[in-house]
């Protein structure tokens, strides 16, 4: 089946930065868009970045001009840069893959596959 694994979350000061990194595994062919997402104590989960295969991307206007996303397509993984981070930003931060094209004896597709999360702090 297929799996995500995030890394890369950490406590750091503000301003700061760190690289957050998501590996999609399990016979993957492609898969269509690949984001970030994250969910702070008490609140609901929120978009951070998305970016589609073709390199198309789209941010959360909170984290514009400071967090990047790429992806690596021949190692099914995807990225998020974030800088000038701020306590604001501390949440755990989830992986998303949808549209997921794999093989398992033919063709098969999925939706909505989410990593474990990684959390991420930002002390002031």
């Known amino acids: 089946q297929v799996q995500l694994v995030e890394s890369g979350g950490g406590l750091v000061q503000a301003g700061e930065s760190l690289r957050l990194s998501c590996e999609a595994s399990g016979n993957i062919l492609n898969i269509n868009i690949m984001g970030w997402y994250r969910q702070a104590p008490g609140k609901q989960r929120e978009l951070v970045a998305t970016i589609a295969g073709g390199g198309g991307t789209n941010y959360a206007d909170s984290v514009k001009g400071r967090f990047s996303i790429s992806r690596d397509n021949a190692k099914n993984t995807v990225y998020l840069q974030m800088n000038s981070l701020k306590p604001e930003d501390t949440a755990v931060y989830y992986c998303?893959?949808?549209?997921?094209?794999?093989?398992?004896?033919?063709?098969?597709?999925?939706?909505?596959?989410w990593g474990q999360g990684t959390q991420v702090t930002v002390s002031s």
């Open positions: 998303n893959a949808d549209r997921v094209i794999y093989y398992t004896g033919s063709r098969s597709v999925g939706y909505d596959y």
